[in-house]
């Protein structure tokens, strides 16, 4: 990722405060098109409130800019190009599957209704069924039917599977990979489930009580965080080298290091690329560990 590369969004300084408390702690970001970018977090992380500044819900101290707008200023301007997905429970249960699709319809000029009915097809997803009477499953084919029928430069999905279990979580992701992603969108996913959506992520970012702890590639995870598995002689040697994380599974020592070259890596033990939920459990322990010596 260069800063040649055209931007999705961007933002410098951005910070927020309801009150005393600071959510937004003076983050940048830069995402550019054709990007699948994970946002994980813990609750209170400032997730919630970074979507809400991506998506004009709320003004920020600092510079935001997506597709070139303010997002608060120009927010009916840019949902024209903008789709968000909250949660499979925010569709209007009254409806039903037909009525939303006309709904749909009349608010979003780049809603294109035959499109999403195509997704259907072939489903248990009937037009003329309630929407309060599907499954839980059922309801996110609808409302993934929908999203994908928007012609959207940028979507952003909130825990769009929360609740669903695994079977359609995977069939969720994997219908909006293959049918809908391009180049020319971008995809912001924030989850709890980081393992299952990993091998999609293009980059991460990690945020932690309203700071954004690492943002990368994930191809590039690899290249600067290492987890090994010590060999119990070689402890005293691994542990000199600062590992980020440290931890016992099963008997064994297991550490996570940061910009520490693989061939001091590879006599330790069995050297890895951590997971992003390892990475994040390490990067997580380290800024508690610093808050607690500050």
Do not use: W
């Amino acid at each position: 990722m260069t800063a040649e590369a055209p931007a999705i969004a961007t933002a410098r300084g951005l910070t927020k405060r309801y009150g005393q408390k600071t959510v937004l702690r003076d983050i940048d970001f830069h995402i550019p098109s054709g990007r699948i970018y994970g946002l994980v977090g813990h609750n209170g992380a400032g997730k919630t409130t970074t979507l809400n500044a991506l998506l004009g819900l709320t003004d920020c101290g600092g510079q935001i800019e997506v597709l070139g707008l303010d997002p608060f200023k120009n927010r009916s301007r840019l949902m024209n190009d903008v789709a968000f997905v909250s949660d499979v429970a925010s569709l209007p249960r009254f409806l039903k599957v037909r009525e939303l699709l006309d709904l749909v319809s009349d608010i979003h000029p780049k809603f294109d209704r035959n499109r999403a009915q195509s997704f259907l097809d072939g489903t248990d997803v009937l037009p003329g069924l309630k929407i309060k009477t599907l499954s839980k499953g059922m309801i996110a084919q609808l409302h993934l039917a929908v999203v994908m029928a928007i012609d959207a430069r940028l979507l952003v999905l909130d825990e769009p599977t929360l609740g669903l279990d695994i079977i359609y979580r995977k069939r969720f992701y994997k219908r909006l990979i293959e049918d809908y992603m391009t180049e020319h969108r971008t995809l912001l996913i924030t989850t709890h489930q980081v393992d299952e959506i990993e091998s999609l992520l293009t980059d991460v970012m990690f945020m932690r009580d309203g700071r954004i702890v690492l943002d990368a590639p994930t191809e590039q995870i690899g290249q600067i965080f290492a987890q090994v598995i010590v060999e119990k002689d070689k402890t005293e040697e691994a542990q000199a080298l600062m590992p980020i994380y440290s931890e016992s599974r099963f008997g064994q020592s297991v550490m996570v290091f940061e910009h520490i070259p693989s061939e001091k890596l590879v006599p330790l033990g069995e050297v890895s690329t951590p997971s992003l939920s390892d990475l994040f459990v390490a990067l997580m322990q380290r800024d508690e560990d610093a808050k607690g010596e500050s």
